[in-house]
């Protein structure tokens, strides 16, 4: 199973959210994915949810206890006082794709800063 973390700023638009994307998945040859997923108050967004219905893929949040469980490569001192975790998109996507996942794409960010992926598999 690959999913894909997405994390992303209020100002973020779909364009943001499919650049990350693209960045994260030209990373992994662009294998393609299972579900996207991001923390849960933000999988309500509409921006996420435009997102996967775009994608057909299911669109899953994660808690943030279960976020603050995962280790990332990369930390953000920003993401960490806020979810606790170095990155949102690295840990949404490891907590999602279960207990033997591991990163295949560390996380990128949009052109314009807004938006950020990772790929994780299991």
Known sequence: MRVMGIGFRAAADLASLQDALQRALSATE???????????????EKVFQELAQLLRLPGLGVTQSDLAQMITPTQSQRIQDRFGTGSLAEAAALAAAGP???????????????????????
């Not at 033997?100 to 299991?122: C, N, P, W």
């Open 30 to 44: 662009g294998q393609r994915i299972d579900a996207i997923v991001t923390e849960a108050a933000k999988s309500r």
């Open 100 to 122: 033997t996942a591991r990163l295949v794409a560390e996380r990128v960010v949009s052109g314009d800063g807004k938006a950020t992926a990772a790929i994780a598999e299991s």
